[in-house]
């Protein structure tokens, strides 16, 4: 089994940043693709960015575009989102989740995805 650990949410004032890491553990014998995903009260999940295994493509929402980088980190299948310019719309669960094989058509479908994080909560204040 896989383990995806989030970490790096708070409470933030609009315009502010916050960086979110994402780590897997366990049977981990592959690079995955990995992606961030966000759901707020009352609203479905929606996809916010991925990153392929190698790092070759990324993929963002409109929605967090020029704001929001996704990057992959040193040590395999770990992944971070910097989230810059902040807005109170930004306000939600982030989730972090994992891929045995995702691309660039895919990369944004939550059904693409087989391990998922607990979530980590991303508060923007106006």
């Known amino acids: 089994q896989v383990q995806l650990v989030e970490s790096g949410g708070g409470l933030v004032q609009t315009g502010g940043s916050l960086r979110l890491s994402c780590a897997a553990s366990g049977r981990t014998g592959s690079n995955f693709g990995m992606g961030w995903f966000r759901q707020a009260p009352g609203k479905e999940r929606e996809f916010v960015a991925a990153?392929?295994?190698?790092?070759?493509?990324?993929r963002y929402a409109d929605s967090v575009k020029g704001r929001f980088t996704i990057s992959r980190g040193n040590a395999a299948n770990t992944v971070y989102l910097q989230l810059n310019t902040l807005k109170p719309e930004d306000t939600a669960v982030y989730y972090c989740?994992?891929?045995?094989?995702?691309?660039?058509?895919?990369?944004?479908?939550?059904?693409?995805?087989?391990?998922w994080g607990q979530g980590t909560q991303v508060t923007v204040s106006s």
């Open positions: 989740a994992a891929s045995s094989f995702i691309s660039q058509w895919t990369m944004s479908h939550s059904s693409s995805y087989d391990y």
């Open positions: 990153v392929t295994w190698n790092g070759g493509s990324t």
